[in-house]
């Protein structure tokens, strides 16, 4: 299954670094230019600004990684939990309180409780049919 979110963190995430190392170039050269700092300070604010949507990109392109994990461990536990349902099926019925009663049992309606099959009548006296 394609996850939505997480491609759109992906194309997100790079977005923002090429908009970093983009931005990082103007800025540095307006910066250095409007307040004549120089040369120096060109490259520290275009490092600064480069890390900074770096760093933003990585999060981004860690969260989308999560969240196809988290996706497809989402979708592995739909697969086992169908298959226990096919098996439990035809072996089990699921009771009023949420109880498995086996395909050997059956449940007395008057007192709940559980007998075995071979027992005909329960011991609260209410019969089996
Ligand atoms: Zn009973």
Redesign the pocket.
């Given at each position: 299954m394609k996850s939505a979110i997480s491609d759109t963190l992906k194309v997100l995430s790079a977005i923002v670094l090429v908009l970093g190392v983009i931005g990082g170039f103007v800025f540095a050269f307006i910066l250095a230019d409007m307040v004549y700092s120089g040369f120096f300070y060109g490259i520290l604010y275009f490092v600064i600004i480069v890390l900074s949507s770096g760093i933003t990109s990585a999060i981004l392109y860690g969260l989308a990684t999560v969240i196809e994990l988290l996706e497809s461990l989402n979708d592995r536990m739909y697969e086992i939990s169908d298959s226990l349902d096919e098996t439990n099926k035809s072996m089990d019925i699921v009771t009023g309180k949420g109880e498995l009663l086996g395909e050997d049992e059956w449940k007395?309606?008057?007192?709940?409780?559980v007998?075995k099959n071979y027992v005909g009548t329960?011991?609260?006296?209410?019969s089996k049919y």
């Open positions: 007395c309606p008057k007192c709940g409780r007998n329960c011991v609260c006296g209410q």
